[in-house]
């Protein structure tokens, strides 16, 4: 998709701190961290938000979660983190690629 930044981000014509990728996923670090650990996971499909998801999603969705948890627990945050996924203008979504947050502190 043109002019999307996390399409650019995916595509390597901007970088990113790079954490994960595969042919589904690809999961970078938030450029402003919220908390000591913040990253994103967003789907190689551009899809703009939630309000676009439909059932053939399902699995992409799931893999997703499993994938935020895993990573989650590697970067040490294995006391627990919040997930935040902004949907839409009302949403306070600001980039319009769907993506999941993950971010905590280790403590
Ligand atoms: P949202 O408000 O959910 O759309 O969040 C967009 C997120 O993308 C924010 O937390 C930004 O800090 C983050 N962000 C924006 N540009 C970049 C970038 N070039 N690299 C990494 N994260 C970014
Ligand atoms: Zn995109």
Redesign the pocket.
């Known amino acids: 998709m043109e002019n999307c ?1 996390f399409c650019k ?1 995916i595509d390597k014509q ?1 970088p ?2 790079l954490i994960y990728e595969d042919a589904d996923i690809f999961v ?5 961290p ?1 908390a000591e650990v ?1 990253f ?1 996971l967003i789907p190689k499909e551009h899809i703009e938000s939630m309000l676009e998801l439909t059932d053939k999603h399902q699995e992409l969705m799931g893999k997703m979660m499993v994938k935020a948890n895993k990573l989650a627990i590697e970067h040490g945050l294995t006391k627990g983190y919040k997930t ?3 949907t839409g203008k009302n949403g ?5 690629h769907l ?1 999941i ?1 993950v971010f905590g502190n280790r403590g």
């Open positions: 930044l981000i901007i990113s701190k970078f670090h938030d450029i402003n919220a913040h994103l935040q996924v902004n306070g979504q600001e980039v319009f993506h947050h």
